[in-house]
């Protein structure tokens, strides 16, 4: 398994695109998500313009345990990123034909399925682990008190945050796979969000029990918008089990299209 | 011999096209096998079936007697049509990949650079190199997990004719070292010229099959000249002479069986007739594939 992965990185590691764009993600996720302050200092400042007061120590943006939800939130809305390096990275395999030869030097249709899908894997572990170093960070810095039941307060939200991305990396995988064009399949992933919101306003008065199983409504009922508790609203801050069910069971169907069409077309 | 490749009704249709039809096969260890045929006969199609690309509609075959699989194909070296590696790595880096995926020792990639006289280029980018360097470097991840088997499918497509005699050359040492080797082609002198066996496909139906050797037999053909009026009446009074054709000034005898161009000489000489110009034409694999193609 970890040589498939070997295989998989190695095509990456001296590609100047794939340093590019994963530099451009990690490091606007690292800068976004610690300038938090910097944006409610901003706020307060454009209030004051106005003759209205905010009083930014009121909101407790990086407070353990709030700082969690409200990181990986944000931190989710950048994962196109990741996902068009997902698309390169595979339709690449196919404008350049690679593979086809992958497979005629001996590795099998679900092993190179499999070695995309371990990059997958490795590239959603690594926005998990930053956003939890970050998250870990900028806590120590701005909590008022630092006690152990606050900190691992909320914590369940990063195996969602990880859902969240390979979700949406598997997709991209999906549609990539499928498509095999990377201009056409960059445009669809920027606006399947849209379509599906098109079709969900127009199901939304004959079958509005089915509007949570739609892939991309998914992933905003896993991990909900936070930012309206500081508007005294109650938010969901804890993890719904159909959510999840809903999510993982999105990310089985993708691979397993996947996997079909490898499977059955000639390559 | 053992039988390296064995196909039993191979067949792939693309919707109503059928590119490749019933085909039966085998190919020995040690042969150097060609397989001929016009553009679109379904070699290519045949080769990428072979080697798990291409899915067959019905039929199956087997290497060393074993079921196809990944692993059978990591014994086997294979550059089907173009020379396919990752632009953006360095010549180095795409046979460490190779050698990765094949999962063979990476010691063997100076020996095949060596081979295929890369080795100064290897640190340059794939997508800089020459269509030439493009196909030796196929040859080489070809090599680098010492097959038992080599498949080559249009080599020397698109090379210059340095280039091609390379390529012919190094096939050459390759199969002197006993590699079973299938090359697939439309040069029919180079078949001719390295293969032992070969086959002919046409419109995805195999047409013939046999060694090169029997390339040359049958009916001799002796080109003649000399310095008489009525060389064709005496040539036609000739007992071996089967038909007769005028050319450039000179005649194309073609014999009947067991006649050989020796007799044809005497029997003018005891005509009185000296032979100013008489050369025995050994039939060429065009000459055969053209019969071939046009006989089925």
Known sequence: MLHLLKIDLKKMMNYRTFWVVCGLYFITLAFTTASGMEFLKWLANTFEDFGSELNINRIPLYHFPDVWLNLVWFSGCLKIVLAIMVVISVTNEFTYRTVRQNIIDGMSRSQFLFSKLLTNVLLSLMSVLMIFVIGLVTGMIYSPVIDMQNIITDLEFFPAYFLEIFFFLSYALMMSILIQRSGLTIILLLLSQMIEAIITANIDDVLPEIIPFFPMRSIWNLIKFPYQRYAFQEIQDYLKFSSVAIVVGWIVIFNYLSYLKLKKSDI | ?296
Not at chain 2, 123 to 133: E, N, P, R
Request: contains cysteine; glycine residues 10%; proline residues 4%.
């Open chain 2, 1 to 296: 011999m053992e039988t390296v490749l064995s196909i039993q009704s191979l067949t792939k249709n693309f919707g109503k096209l059928t590119a490749v039809n019933n085909l039966n096969l085998e190919v020995k260890r040690g042969q150097v096998f060609g397989m001929l045929g016009p553009n679109g006969s379904g070699k290519t199609t045949t080769l990428g079936m072979l080697m798990g690309v291409t899915n067959p509609t019905q039929g199956s075959f087997s290497w060393f007697g074993e079921a196809p699989s990944n692993e059978v194909r990591k014994k086997i070296g294979a550059v089907l049509e173009h020379p396919i590696f990752y632009p953006y790595l360095t010549g180095q880096k795409n046979l460490e990949l190779n050698a990765m995926i094949k999962q063979c020792p990476p010691e063997n990639i100076p020996n095949v650079l060596e081979l295929v006289e890369l080795t100064d280029r290897r640190d340059d980018k794939y997508k800089t190199y020459s269509l030439g360097m493009k196909q030796r470097l196929a040859i080489a991840s070809a090599l680098l997990n010492d097959p038992t088997v080599l498949i080559l499918d249009e080599p020397t497509n698109g090379l210059d004719p340095m280039g091609i005699a390379e390529i012919r050359g190094l096939i050459k040492k390759i199969a002197a070292n006993g590699k079973t080797i299938i090359l697939a082609s439309h040069l029919l002198d180079e078949v001719q010229k390295v293969c032992s066996h070969f086959a002919v496909l046409k419109k995805g139906n195999l047409v013939h099959i046999g060694p090169v050797d029997d390339v040359g037999k049958g009916s001799e053909v002796v080109e003649v000249g000399a310095e008489v009026a009525n060389l064709n009446e005496v040539l036609l009074n000739f007992t071996g002479t089967s038909s007769i054709i005028k050319e450039n000034g000179l005649y194309e005898v073609t014999l009947r069986d067991g006649f050989h161009s020796k007799e044809l000489n005497r029997f003018l000489f005891d005509q009185g007739v000296t032979a100013s110009h008489i050369h025995t034409k050994k039939r060429s694999l065009e000459k055969m594939f053209l019969e071939i193609l046009a006989g089925s």
